[in-house]
């Protein structure tokens, strides 16, 4: 449902609105994402992000990088990136089948939740991370952290009273996950679970938090 949801209901300008709508300590998070993401990004890089929707992650680190590819499954999101960020490279593509060379990019990211709500099981995302980053190179995946519930609960909420989003199951939601109305779904990656996953995987992980707001499990693809 997520995937189709993102296409049809949750694109381009109101994708963008969710974010226009966002108050203070949602904005600090959403900041201190990017800010620590672009601790990764050197000049001369070439980065991947899955998901990049609009380019709100994509187009700060532009600025930095040599190169920044992203994908989405809404065309209608990346054609409104395309028009403000005519230098970035954008594919529609499925997280799960990356078709990339292998061992191209320097860091490859999936941030703000993107991990839960993509619709693609977690396990074949991060292969496809690691098939197409470099080795020595970076994966950056992130979720929302515990203590950040009743601040992202409140940000849906008013996504739901502005109409980008159904109205909030209240009796389904909770525990990290929220469901709407009309079927939209938004788990959370625990540390326990992105651990469990780069084991999965055959990867170690650092897993830590970021402002209180965000959970992150860094990879370090190993050497060949």
């Given at each position: ?44 890089d ?38 403000r ?48 980053a ?36 209240e ?9 709407c ?20 995987c ?17 990879i370090r693809?190993?050497?060949?």
């Open positions: 449902m997520n995937r189709n949801y993102y296409v049809n209901k949750l694109s381009a300008s109101r994708l963008e609105r969710v974010y226009d709508i966002a108050g203070p300590r949602v904005c600090q998070y959403l900041q201190a994402e990017i800010d620590h993401v672009s601790r990764f990004v050197n000049p001369g070439r980065i991947l992000e899955l998901g990049c929707g609009y380019g709100r992650v994509l187009e700060p680190l532009a600025r930095i990088a040599a190169q920044t590819w992203g994908v989405d499954n809404s065309m209608e999101s990346l054609q409104l990136l395309r028009s960020q005519p230098d970035s490279l954008l594919v529609a593509m499925d997280a799960a089948h990356l078709a990339f060379k292998l061992h191209r990019f320097d860091l490859v990211l999936g941030v703000q939740n993107f991990i839960s709500v993509c619709n693609v099981p977690p396990q074949k995302v991060l292969m496809a991370c690691l098939q197409v470099r080795p020595g190179g970076w994966i950056l995946l992130s979720s929302y952290a515990a203590q950040f519930w009743p601040h992202r609960l409140a940000w849906f909420r008013r996504q739901a009273e502005e109409g980008l989003l159904g109205p909030i199951d009796n389904a939601t909770g525990g990290g996950v929220i469901v109305q009309d079927g939209f779904r938004a788990a959370t990656f625990s540390p326990q679970r992105f651990r469990k996953l780069a084991l999965s055959d990867v170690r992980a650092n897993v830590y938090s970021v402002d209180d707001s965000s959970v992150f499990c860094e693809v190993p050497d060949e």
